[in-house]
Nanobody, 128 residues
Framework: QLQLVESGGGVVQPGGSLRLSCAAS????????VGWFRQSPGKEREGVSA????????YVHSSLKGRFTISKDNAKNTVYLQMNSLKPEDTGVYYC?????????????????????WGQGTQVTVSS
């Protein structure tokens, strides 16, 4: 059964860091694109970052570059989102999603409709 499971969320003070994980089971991610999205109450789900598992081609939303980094471990079938210098506005539920081809267009990789399957999400709260 195809499944994506996010982990690593929690409560952190402004300026802190978290590393989120997205682990896949029931299939291998080698030929997929994995994206990270986030959603806060009253707002639409927005793209954060995406990575092509085949070659590591990655994109981070321009507003998050310098603070967020995406990486992958094909052997572990897992994608990571390293989040540094966190701000209260980074608070939300973070989701990972997959699609079974290589998304090369950065804009497309930030649209939720580009993806097929989603995890259940992990809550990130940035608060003092």
């Amino acid at each position: 059964q195809l499944q994506l499971v996010e982990s690593g969320g929690g409560v952190v003070q402004p300026g802190g860091s978290l590393r989120l994980s997205c682990a896949a089971s029931g299939f291998t991610l080698d030929d997929f694109t994995v994206g990270w999205f986030r959603q806060s109450p009253g707002k639409e789900r927005e793209g954060v970052s995406a990575i092509v598992m085949k070659d590591g081609g990655a994109y981070v939303h321009s507003s998050l570059k310098g603070r967020f980094t995406i990486s992958k471990d094909n052997a572990k079938n897992t994608v990571y989102l390293q989040m540094n210098s966190l701000k209260p506005e980074d608070t939300g539920v973070y989701y990972c999603a997959e699609v079974d081809w290589s998304l090369r267009n950065n804009s497309d990789s930030m649209y939720p409709s580009s993806y097929s399957h989603w995890g259940q999400g992990t809550q990130v709260t940035v608060s003092s």
